[in-house]
T-cell receptor, first 115, second 112 residues
């Protein structure tokens, strides 16, 4: 069974540019989560999809971040325009059901560097 | 509100000696608690989880953790460290249905 995959593994962009991160969850997992780890800080929740619907987006830092999950399969996280403080590692996770009851399986992360 | 504090940012042990990674949590309700591990260039992997069953939880690779409500602790232990245990470890708290809340992580170094 394939795990959670994320693309790209690394991205280096300049301030003001746009970047789109992609996450492919484990097949059949309706729940998809995005997390972010800024350097030196803890991993923080960004948002949660159930199928194509946003269940909880309370962790999204501002309106420069847009997440989508069209069709309830893969998800994208777009940052537009990127700022220096957006640098960090973006993790995606998927699960069969809600957090706490079902294990979340994490991807390897996308390391974003904004210069 | 929930939170989790990992008391050590870095722990160094020798191969074959015990490992102790400390975690304290704060939660208004009965929490679920987890330990995740991340090896370099890999995704986070679940080591073990506590969900109000037995207080001593056994995980993969010989790790275990004990839930102590009186001390609000969930420390991770292993009797004998192996070189392959070198990684970053995260203590995580969660209330059913809400997002995972991570500690800042503890980097474990194992020397031969």
């Amino acid at each position: 069974e394939a795990g959670v995959t994320q693309f790209p593994s690394h991205s280096v962009i300049e301030k003001g540019q746009t970047v789109t991160l992609r996450c492919d969850p484990i097949s059949g997992h309706d729940n998809l989560y995005w997390y972010r780890r800024v350097m030196g800080k803890e991993i923080k929740f960004l948002l949660h999809f159930v199928k194509e619907s946003k269940q909880d987006e309370s962790g999204m830092p501002n309106n420069r971040f847009l997440a989508e999950r069209t069709g309830g399969t893969y998800s994208t996280l777009k940052v537009q325009p990127a700022e220096l403080e957006d640098s960090g590692v973006y993790f995606c996770a998927s699960s069969l059901g809600p957090a706490g009851f079902y294990e979340q399986y994490f991807g390897p992360g996308t390391r974003l560097t904004v210069t | 509100a929930q939170s989790v504090t990992q008391l050590d940012s870095h722990v160094s042990v020798s191969e074959g000696t015990p490992v102790l990674l400390r975690c304290n949590y704060s939660s208004s309700y009965s929490p679920s608690l987890f330990w995740y591990v991340q090896h370099p260039n890999k995704g986070l992997q679940l080591l073990l989880k506590y969900t109000s069953a037995a207080t001593l939880v056994k995980g993969i690779n010989g790790f275990e953790a004990e839930f102590k409500k009186s001390e609000t602790s969930f420390h991770l232990t292993k009797p004998s460290a192996h070189m392959s245990d070198a990684a970053e470890y995260f203590c995580v708290v969660n209330q059913a249905g809400t997002a995972l809340i991570f500690g800042k992580g503890t980097t474990l170094s194992v020397s031969s």
